[in-house]
Structure formats: C-alpha cells, structure tokens
C-alpha cells in the first residue's frame, strides 16, 4: 500500500498523530523535498519520532516512480510531503500511477501553504482565480503575467508561488519578491496589456503560517524597498476588493499603501484594439471623404466609391456597438472589415486617408 502524508507547512512538528501512526507502521518511508523546504533537522526529527530510517528523494526520484510503486506492491510504502500530498501534480500522477496498477492507496491531507496564504491575507478564497508559480528561468514570466491578466479581467485574485530548489548540500534557494516583480515588469514592457506597474497593489506572503511569518502589502514601487528575508515567498495581486478584504489586509499586513483594486482599469485587449483604432479609422475615412470632395473632376469619383466609405462608417459603428455588447470578437472583425476597405480605396486611388493630421 502507498500513504501519501502530508507534514503541513510547520517541518516535521507539523505531522499529526495519525500522520506518526502510518509511518510507525509503513516498512518504507520516503521525504520528498522539492515541493517545499525539508531542513537536516526535519529528517532527524522524523526519525526521532519513527526510530527507522527515512530516506529524503528528489524530485526525479518521484516523478519517476517506479521503486516508490515497485516497493508498495509488497509493503506499506510512505511518501511524506511538504503542505498538502495532492496540492502537488507530481504526486496526484503518482497516485493514478499506483491506481491503475491495483496499488491501494491512502491521503492524509494536510496544512498547505496555499491555503495559508490566502487565509492570512484575510481575502476571500472564492475569489481567486487560476494559481500560478513564477520560476527563475525568464521564459516562466509570460505565463505568470498572461494568468494575472486573465484574472484581473475577471476581477480575481492572483497567488503566485515562487521557485524553490535544495540540493541538501547548498542553502535553499526561493525567488525573491523583487525578482517577481522585475519579472513581471519586463514582461509588461513586452505585452503591454496594462496589467503591471509600479502604481500595482500587491501583497507579500513570507513563511505564511510559521511562526516567523510576515505579510507586507502596498505598491510595487514601496514594496521593492522591503528586505522580506529567507522564503518561501508568495505574492498575491489583488483584483476586485470587497471592503471587508480591503479592512483585512490593511489590518492583518504590515500596510505600506491603501488597497487598491488592481482591475479596475484593466480592458480586454479587444477592447483596447476597438478603441486605439476606431477613431483612426474614423479620422481616415473623413479624411478621404474631403479629398474625394476636393477634386474637380467628377468622373473620377463615382457614387460606389462613396457607398465603400459609407459601409466602413457603419462596420466602425458596428464596432463600437459590439464592444458595448460585450460581443468582443464581432467587435474586432467589425473594425477589421473597415480598415479593410480603406485601404482598398487608398490603392485604388493611390492616396493614404491614414496620415491624416489628428
């Protein structure tokens, strides 16, 4: 049989009592490492209270899977783990592994620091959208930055986990807040959705639910200045905020800057198109009108060629009526299909209606 048990978010003290009976009866015991820290004192600790061997495994170790499986065919095999066993994908993995080979299997769930976070806070869990984890590599950002876009539009939350890696041989190492924050920033500079500035509310979750935890809230720009010491470190971008939450974090973190609702500018890059070039297109199509009047000879400028401007006025308002529809697609097709017969009639009459002066 494979138990999967959790420690929670407090090292080996956090083991429950049915925790320690498991893992007093299991034949194997493995401590994974990575998903959270899991000091030389954690693994002396549990075998303190076990008085057997435990071995502590990496990563590697239990994606692979199959000694942990191979073993549990016979014995009663234990994986301890870092919060809550099912939080992490690797070990939901495993555990489907170990189902579909007729391995039973058993959770005790546990404290996860997620939950932690979000509970320290004071926000409201429901109101939290997808949970995303920011890791050193550079390409990690657009995705976190994409997720926090995402739930801003939706007027959520976002928790965003850090990295963390122990080889048991180095100190650990946990992604700084401010290396979160530059990455995001760089990843603004790319996108340029809006979603991310200095002026962004945010909250910082250090060692949420120890005893030596510390939750800092304010700017980016106030933030930054913080030293928030050794992780792990969440960070959480507020969305919509109820006025209980608001009261929550300004009382329950150390309060640099009011709350701030970080969604309440936020648009729809649909939205933000429609409205960067509706009123260029509009402006164009004008502008080709006063040429067309301007010329002398009539025969060069034929009803059509007015019934074109005509139809790209109505696909610009076709446009914006769908933006306020919230049909957003139509909206962007709408002033797509106007833009398009400008520039038929601009190649057909060698004239550029888009270098009007504003």
């Not at 009866?25 to 002396?44: F, N, P, S």
């Not at 008085?51 to 899977?65: I, L, Q």
């Not at 979000?118 to 995303?132: M, P, Q, S, V, W």
Request: hydrophobic share 40%.
């Amino acid at each position: 049989m494979l138990w999967f048990v959790g420690l929670g978010i407090n090292g080996y003290r956090g083991l429950s009592l049915a925790g320690i009976d498991v893992l007093k009866k299991c034949e194997v015991v493995y401590a994974e490492r990575y998903t959270g820290a899991l000091y030389k004192e954690d693994l002396e600790g549990l075998l303190s209270i076990l008085g057997s061997k435990v071995t502590a495994v990496e990563r590697w170790f239990v994606e692979d899977g199959r000694e942990i499986l191979e073993m549990a065919r016979s014995k009663d095999v234990a994986l301890v783990t870092y919060g809550d066993p099912l939080v992490a994908t690797t070990h939901a993995e495993l555990r489907t592994r170990a189902a579909r080979n007729s391995i039973k299997t058993s959770v005790l769930h546990a404290a996860s620091g997620i939950t932690s976070a979000i509970g320290e806070t004071g926000l409201h869990a429901y109101k939290f959208g997808r949970i995303i984890t920011m890791m050193s590599d550079s390409r990690s950002a657009i995705s976190v930055y994409n997720v926090v876009y995402d739930n801003l539009l939706a007027g959520n939350h976002s928790l965003i986990l850090t990295e963390y890696r122990y080889d048991g041989a180095n100190d650990p190492y946990f992604l700084s807040p401010a290396q979160v924050f530059k990455m995001l920033a760089e990843a603004e500079a790319d996108q340029k959705f809006e979603a991310f500035s200095d002026l962004t509310f945010a909250i910082v979750a250090s060692r949420a639910g120890t005893e030596s935890q510390a939750l800092v809230s304010g700017s980016v720009a106030s933030l930054l200045q913080v030293e928030f010491g050794q992780g792990p470190h969440s960070v959480i971008i507020p969305g919509a905020l109820h006025f209980t939450e608001a009261e929550a974090v300004a009382s329950l973190s150390r309060n640099l800057d009011p709350p701030m609702d970080n969604s309440r500018n936020i648009k729809r890059i649909s939205t933000q198109m429609v409205e960067r070039y509706a009123p260029r297109a509009k402006q164009a199509v004008q502008q080709m009108r006063e040429i067309m009047r301007a010329e002398t000879n009539k025969e060069t400028v034929s009803k059509e060629t007015f019934d074109v401007l005509e139809n790209a006025d109505s696909y610009i308002s076709d446009a914006e009526r769908f933006l306020n529809q919230g049909k957003f697609e139509l909206a962007v097709l709408s002033i797509g299909y106007a833009e398009g017969l400008i520039d038929s009639l601009r190649f057909l009459r060698g004239m550029n209606p888009w270098d009007a002066p504003s």
